[in-house]
């Protein structure tokens, strides 16, 4: 690990957008006003407020963004509840960038992508989608197609609700299909939850997916895929929720004799599958 990840780093919060009623993105520069430090998609960083006490949060930025660092973070604790009320142009400290991040330079160069995302599971897939999105309009074959399927509770609790509506659903490489669980007055769009509608899509078995969401939604998820004829191989996840000092010393994220923050956050299924039934 580069000791320069253990260092905090001063950051400028130079914007907050309420993305839901418990879900806001923060943007974050260094006093230089220059991005921090630079990261590979599904990679984590430590934010920290002193005196309040420091949390992992995936980057939901591309690295392609040359700009800031950008977090969407939901409302759950005491550090988060302090963000919340943060106001732009206030200090914190970050440091970081931690884990190994997704495959994309690797695995899934040249591969149509099926992105399956639940709730604030979006977050860390964003900078994904977004990094193929950005690498493919400077050379078309880097990526295949890109399908989405993203679901919530309800419209009100999509996040980047007006990035996929004005961005990703006018990309003509990029296919969004929207879920929300319940009906609601004004959304015409499709009602049921994730596992049910990838079902009903039936995707192509060609695909690499990359999912993240509640764990209940993973488990029903990934059991449809099996039904479809997807392999464990073709199916990709992050764990980021598990991690806490992201560095292998306090052993909270240690499953069988793996350390989620040293050799995640990011698992294939099979990988995953060698490990105890505790994730």
């Known amino acids: ?163 996929i509506i004005d961005e990703w659903e006018q990309d003509p490489n990029v296919k969004v299909h929207l879920t929300i669980d319940r009906e609601q007055e004004g959304w015409t769009g499709h009602v049921g939850f994730v596992p049910n509608y990838v079902k009903e899509l039936n995707p192509d078995l060609s695909k690499t997916v990359i999912m993240c969401g509640p764990p209940v939604m993973i488990k029903f998820t990934l059991a449809g895929l099996k039904e479809l004829g997807f392999k464990e191989t073709q199916v990709y996840t992050t764990m980021e929720l598990r991690m806490k000092c992201a560095i292998g010393k306090c052993g909270r994220c240690n499953i069988g004799n793996k350390y989620v923050c040293k050799d995640g956050p990011v698992f294939r299924f099979d990988q995953l599958d060698e490990l105890p039934n505790e994730y």
């Open 1 to 163: 690990m580069n000791p320069e990840t253990l260092i905090p780093k001063l950051g400028v919060v130079t914007k907050i957008t309420k993305e839901t009623p418990d879900v806001k993105t923060f943007q974050v520069v260094g006093p230089d006003g220059k991005k921090p430090f630079i990261h590979i998609p599904g990679q984590c960083a430590m934010l920290s407020i002193p005196g309040v006490g420091e949390a992992l949060f995936s980057i939901t930025s591309s690295p392609t963004n040359n700009d800031y660092l950008e977090f969407s973070i939901k409302k759950c604790g005491c550090v988060t509840e302090w963000l919340h009320s943060m106001e732009e142009g206030q200090q914190i400290t970050i440091r970081g960038p931690y884990g190994n991040g997704f495959p994309v330079d690797t695995d899934f160069k040249g591969k149509d992508l099926l992105v399956i995302a639940g709730g604030i599971g979006l977050a860390p897939v964003r900078s994904v989608i977004n990094y193929c999105r950005d690498k493919k309009r400077e050379n078309p074959d880097a990526y295949g197609t890109i399908e989405i399927v993203y679901g919530s509770r309800s419209k009100d609790d999509l996040v980047k609700y007006q990035e």
